[in-house]
C-alpha cells in the first residue's frame, strides 16, 4: 500500500507585496524560500505557518484565484486574537461555531483565496 503524507497547497498570487503582507505580517507565516527563473520573471515562493506549508505562485497556470483550503488549527481563540490585534487594515475575521461543531475563523486573501482556520473542539 502507498503511503501518503503531506499535502501543499499551491495558492495564486499576483503582488509579491501584498502577499508577504497578507502572509508574513497579518497571519504570521513564515517565509521558507522564493525562486525565479530570471529577474523578471514570476516568483514563486513557500511559506510556512507552524506545520503547515504553502506555496504562492504568480506562474499563470499555478492554482487558480478563489481557491478554498482548511487549516486545522490548535488553539484558535488565541491565533484570531492575534489575527485582530495585528493592525491589518483588509480583515477582520469573526470567530464562528458552525452548525457541525468545533470553531473556525475564515479570512480571504489579496487574491480571493479562502483560508478557514479550524479547530475541532474549540472554544
Known amino acids: 500500500m502507498p503511503e501518503f503524507n503531506r499535502v501543499v497547497p499551491i495558492m495564486r498570487m499576483f503582488d509579491v ?30 511559506i510556512k505557518l507552524g506545520g503547515c506549508e504553502l506555496h504562492l505562485s504568480e506562474h499563470h497556470g499555478d492554482g487558480s484565484p478563489g481557491a478554498n483550503i482548511r487549516i486545522e488549527t490548535a488553539g484558535l481563540a488565541d491565533y484570531h486574537k492575534a489575527l485582530l490585534d495585528s493592525g491589518y487594515r483588509y ?33
Do not use: S
Open 17 to 46: 507585496g501584498k502577499a508577504k503582507e497578507f502572509y508574513l505580517d497579518f497571519l504570521g507565516a513564515e517565509l521558507l524560500w522564493e525562486h525565479r527563473f530570471e529577474e523578471a520573471l514570476p516568483l514563486y515562493m513557500a
Open 91 to 123: 480583515a477582520r475575521p469573526g470567530l464562528e461555531k458552525p452548525p457541525w461543531g468545533g470553531c473556525e475563523a475564515t479570512v480571504m486573501d489579496p487574491f480571493g483565496n479562502r483560508i478557514t482556520f479550524y479547530e475541532e473542539d474549540g472554544v
